[in-house]
């Protein structure tokens, strides 16, 4: 367990709004992630973090940014969301160990 | 194209009823293969990382195995607090220091009473 929280677990939006959500891990772990899960896509990474400031863009990254400020915290930010950026999005982090842990989610609806 | 494939989409198993799940992988170098469960609601639960063909892991009711191409998740006698979403995912040598997974889309496993 990496100590992983996501705030907010839920939200609704309106189409054309920003939406920032945000990462926060206790395990000092370098490596961290944002993926989200969709039915019958199972979960996309959208970006990664491999330190602060140092990020990278996943497979499904159009739509969406991200910053690292501090090694605990990732944020995701939706520029202006989108009905299609309705889904769940889950923060992970990678161990020295090299597991993946995954925080609680967050339910994003766009309307 | 890098793919990781689940099969069933779908199992119902009568308590104590062992079975198996599969994930095929279509990878160009495994670096890692992961397995994970997820209840209703909840991010994934790590269970098990497999590195290298022929290797096996156990956890209680759960053993994972793994092939050049494909993994298995064996589930001997399971019990209703089994019911969960089980996923697959692998990460590739070229990601070596990324780690990056990529995910099957997972199969639901029901265990009726």
């Known amino acids: 367990d990496a100590g992983i929280t996501q705030s907010p677990r839920h939200k609704v939006t309106e189409t054309g709004t920003p939406v920032t959500l945000r990462c926060h891990q206790t395990e000092n772990h370098r490596y961290m992630y944002w993926y989200r899960q969709d039915p019958g896509h199972g979960l996309r990474l959208i970006h990664y973090s491999y330190g602060v400031k140092d990020t990278d863009k996943g497979e499904v990254s159009d739509g969406y940014s991200v910053s690292r400020s501090k090694t605990e915290d990732f944020l995701l930010t939706l520029e202006s969301a989108t009905s299609s950026q309705t889904s769940v999005y889950f923060c992970?982090?990678?161990?020295?160990?090299?597991?993946?842990?995954f925080g609680e989610g967050s339910w994003l609806t766009v309307v | 194209e890098d793919q990781v494939t689940q099969s069933p989409e779908a199992l119902r198993l009568q308590e104590g009823e062992s079975s198996s799940l599969n994930c095929s992988y279509t990878v160009s170098g495994l670096r890692g293969l992961f397995w994970y469960r997820q209840d209703p609601g909840k991010g994934p639960e790590f269970l098990f990382t497999l590195y290298s063909a022929g290797e096996e892991k156990e956890k209680e009711r759960l053993k994972a195995t793994l092939t050049k191409k494909e993994s298995f998740l064996h589930i001997t006698a399971p019990k209703p607090e089994d019911s969960a979403t089980y996923l697959c995912?692998?990460?590739?040598?070229?990601?070596?220091?990324?780690?990056?997974?990529?995910f099957g889309t997972g199969t639901r496993l029901t265990i009726i009473p």
């Open positions: 995912a692998a990460t590739l040598i070229s990601n070596f220091g990324n780690e990056k997974l990529t």
């Open positions: 992970a982090s990678r161990s020295s160990g090299n597991t993946i842990y």
